[in-house]
């Protein structure tokens, strides 16, 4: 019921040091992943002092605990980090218009989907939205973002990833 992605990384791990410690590695590079995505995603919002913090508090939810050690949900684990690293970069293609912005957010929004499908669409609702609205409402030297560039850059990169994820998921899908 899941899109592979990480249970085909665990596959490839596993021929090199077996299958119960390829799900650690992959978990734990899930957890790793997650600390990152936390600390980039909390640096559009506060310090980088206040993003170390929050980087650091991320490993230790309850519920990443839960989805680790009782569920075993390896692919929550892992989409959403790969979500929560995706966000900067969508803040730095729609506000700046950098190309290479556009590529990994892309990559990674992609990457997301295919470790979990459902992250992609709560997580859109959750934490895409609010950085929309920081690129309307963030000024740089004044200067806020025009209505038709934003309108141009968001749609550009929902048309994208919209047909990059349908081909990732229409194997899963069919």
Known sequence: TYPPLPQQWLALVSRVVGLDMA?????????LLLALGVYRFSLLWVSRRAATF?????????SECFLVYSAGQLSTT????????????????IRHGNRRAFLKGGA??????????????????????PVLALVIWDRQDG?????????IRTGSIVLVVGVAVAL????FWI
């Open 54 to 62: 929050a980087a650091l508090a991320s490993v230790f939810l309850g």
């Open 143 to 151: 200067e806020r973002i025009s209505v038709p560039t934003f309108l």
């Open 23 to 31: 799900y650690m590695v992959v978990q734990f590079a899930a957890i």
């Open 78 to 93: 892992f989409a959403a980090p790969l979500y929560l690293n995706a966000l900067p970069y969508l803040f730095t293609w």
């Open 108 to 129: 990674l929004f992609v990457a997301a989907a295919a470790a979990h499908h459902a992250t992609l669409l709560f997580g859109s609702l959750l934490f895409a939205l």
């Open 168 to 171: 990732v998921l229409l194997p």
